[in-house]
């Protein structure tokens, strides 16, 4: 099999055993994760997922090429790395060597990473001409902006400690003691409280935005496109003091105006392309701007 997995103790071990390939995802491999998230959905014993590759020099080498080339339906390896994002249940990265390209992505898409001492991160697709188009999206989230770029833009790697330094990483350790580390923290996470873990890693990634725009990205353009961008949209009602004493619902001296979000206090009309401006001055004394979800 190409993905193996392990029950220990409310950890869900779930390794991609395909070393001879540089762990890379073929259809059978992408099938075996997408299993694997799905039972992990489902099963209330599962609390936290540690994801890992078998031997010792590279963690995942992403979407298998050669089996591209052959005309083999990779479609498998999309939906498996769009469950690994949406898991509910905390993930770790168990990265045992070199997480490049396709790799680097699927490593992005855990909540916490523990690396060896010799992993190597990046994007190198653009060195060959391709577009890192999964993790040139969730990386800007992970490290500020200016080092994305660079790591976009070159193509150029970086160590594990430099990984650490800028936070995308949260251990280091040597190659024989990353799988214990990560179970290790993993079982402290299964030990709290189960929802609680789960309604706090929905709040983050929500505070961070990583679960909403990721979600619109994978919507793309089309109708479920036009919805996400709709469900960004705020109303704005302008009211005067007098009408706030009664429902807004339904009154006919309420207009109300599409308003795309902004900072607060700043007027942003539908279509106007433009940074949003200033409260208009022409507005009549004791007008209110109520922004309403």
Do not use: W
């Amino acid at each position: 099999m190409s993905v193996l997995t392990e029950d220990r103790d409310g950890v869900l071990v779930i390794t991609i055993d395909r070393a001879h390939a540089a762990n890379a995802l073929d259809a059978a491999a992408g099938q075996g994760l997408v299993d694997a998230l799905e039972r992990t959905s489902a099963d209330d014993a599962v609390r936290v997922v540690v994801i890992t590759g078998a031997g010792e020099r590279v963690f995942s080498s992403g979407m298998d090429l050669r089996a591209y080339a052959r005309g083999e339906d990779l479609h498998p390896v999309d939906r498996g790395l769009r469950l690994m994002g949406e898991c509910p249940k905390p993930v770790i990265a168990a990265v045992n060597g070199s997480a490049l390209g396709g790799g680097f992505e699927l490593m992005l898409t855990t909540d916490l990473v523990v690396a060896a001492d010799h992993a190597r991160f990046g994007l190198p697709e653009v060195t060959r001409g391709l577009l890192a188009a999964g993790g040139g999206t969730r990386l800007p989230r992970r490290i500020p902006l200016q080092v994305a770029l660079e790591m976009g833009l070159t193509g150029q790697p970086i160590s594990a400690d430099r990984a650490l330094q800028l936070g995308l990483i949260n251990r280091v350790v040597a190659g024989h003691e990353v799988l214990d580390t990560a179970l290790g923290l993993a079982a402290v996470i299964a030990a709290n409280g189960p929802r609680a873990v789960q309604v706090t890693k929905r709040m983050i990634a929500r505070r961070t935005g990583r679960h909403r725009r990721g979600a619109a990205a994978r919507r793309g353009p089309g109708p479920a496109g036009e919805r996400g961008r709709q469900g960004r949209r705020r109303r704005v009602r302008r009211t005067s003091p007098a009408a706030l004493d009664g429902p807004l619902t339904g009154r006919a001296d309420v207009p109300v105006v599409d308003c795309v979000a902004g900072p607060v206090g700043r007027y942003h009309p539908p279509g106007d392309p433009g940074v949003p401006a200033p409260l208009r001055s022409s507005d009549p004394p004791g007008v209110r701007l109520h922004r309403v979800r």
